[in-house]
């Protein structure tokens, strides 16, 4: 089993940073996928970026070149650093770990006025 605990998030103005941590632990033999998702009130949740093992990243066309996801191996941990945010940022945001199976951890509001 793999527990995930997120933290970082928050109320900020459109236009700040956050940064946002999700540390795994348990029994944990290798992480291929990490990645953030998120989802708004109402709408669908969505794949905000992923990087791989390798450290190969994606994003969301709508988060380009503002976020940026990266990974510690030796901590099991990921990052999402969110800069120049906006209200339609406002969402939970999750972290995802894949291993042989992949886990979700319990999310954490990012709330950005404008």
């Known amino acids: 089993q793999v527990q995930l605990v997120e933290s970082g998030g928050g109320l900020v103005q459109a236009g700040g940073s956050l940064r946002l941590s999700c540390a795994a632990s348990?029994?944990?033999?290798?992480?291929?996928?990490m990645a953030w998702y998120r989802q708004a009130p109402g709408k669908q949740r969505e794949l905000v970026a992923h990087?791989?093992?390798?450290?190969?990243?994606n994003y969301a066309d709508s988060v380009k070149g503002r976020f940026t996801i990266s990974r510690d191996n030796a901590k099991n941990t990921v990052y999402l650093q969110m800069n120049s945010l906006k209200p339609e940022d406002t969402a939970v945001y999750y972290c995802?770990?894949?291993?042989?199976?992949?886990?979700w951890g319990q999310g954490t509001q990012v709330t950005v006025s404008s």
């Open positions: 995802v770990v894949v291993t042989s199976q992949r886990y």
């Open positions: 348990g029994s944990i033999f290798s992480i291929n996928v």
């Open positions: 990087i791989t093992s390798g450290g190969s990243t």
